[in-house]
T-cell receptor, first 112, second 114 residues
């Protein structure tokens, strides 16, 4: 299994809602990532988890809250988002070390 | 500061017309350079990893090469299904074991017309 899955595929939420994005991989990877991608721009790193511990937080606002319940799962909890947070949210995973990352299909988030 | 610049931003080719995409990088120390393909609204698909100058990798109509300052993605006799955005990313050497950080270039949007 060489796949990273993400749910939901699409999400529309109001500025006062609380929602969560989910990511799962079964490749035995011990590093997992959240990226944000705006239209016609490259992915921007948000968070890195290594061995289920948060190792990098790229100065992301606290309305985004990551969680890594186990080595296969990664969540991104969303609360009080702004319309400018609308984007494609990508999850990725990799072995630790200097190796390639594998991306999921993304969740298209729209904040009204 | 690490920088990755891809050119051209957009490229239109006729089917069968070979060309090259460029990725220029400035990093304090390069641990790896990665090429990805991304279709609209989807996640990037991994293509190649290059670690040292002179290294080459091939897959079907694609060939990636690496020098000390840049990488090229050569597309031979492209087909319409090769139309996508091609992203280059570098992984710099980090002393703090902070994890696997990638710095992406802006991408090249390739359109291949039949």
């Amino acid at each position: 299994d060489t796949e990273v899955t993400q749910t939901p595929k699409h999400l529309v939420m109001g500025m006062t809602n609380k929602k969560s994005l989910k990511c799962e991989q079964h490749m035995g990877h011990r590093a997992m990532y959240w990226y944000k991608q705006k239209a016609k721009k490259p992915p921007e790193l948000m968070f890195v988890y290594s061995y289920e511990k948060l190792s990098i937080n790229e100065s992301v606002p606290s309305r985004f809250s990551p969680e890594c319940p186990n080595s296969s799962l990664l969540n991104l909890h969303l609360h009080a988002l702004q319309p400018e947070d609308s984007a494609l949210y990508l999850c990725a995973s990799s072995q630790t070390g200097f190796v390639e990352q594998f991306f999921g299909p993304g969740t298209r988030l729209t904040v009204l | 500061e690490d920088q990755v610049t891809q050119s051209p931003e957009a490229l239109r080719l006729q089917e069968g017309e070979s060309s090259s995409l460029n990725c220029s990088y400035t990093v304090s120390g390069l641990r790896g350079l990665f090429w990805y393909r991304q279709d609209p609204g989807k996640g990037p698909e991994f293509l190649f990893t290059l670690y040292s100058a002179g290294e080459e990798k091939e897959k079907e109509r694609l060939k990636a090469t690496l020098t000390k300052k840049e990488s090229f993605l050569h597309i031979t006799a492209p087909k319409p299904e090769d139309s996508a955005t091609y992203l280059c990313a570098v992984q710099p050497f980090l002393n703090n074991n902070a994890g696997n950080m990638l710095t992406f270039g802006g991408g090249t949007r390739l359109m291949v017309k039949p």
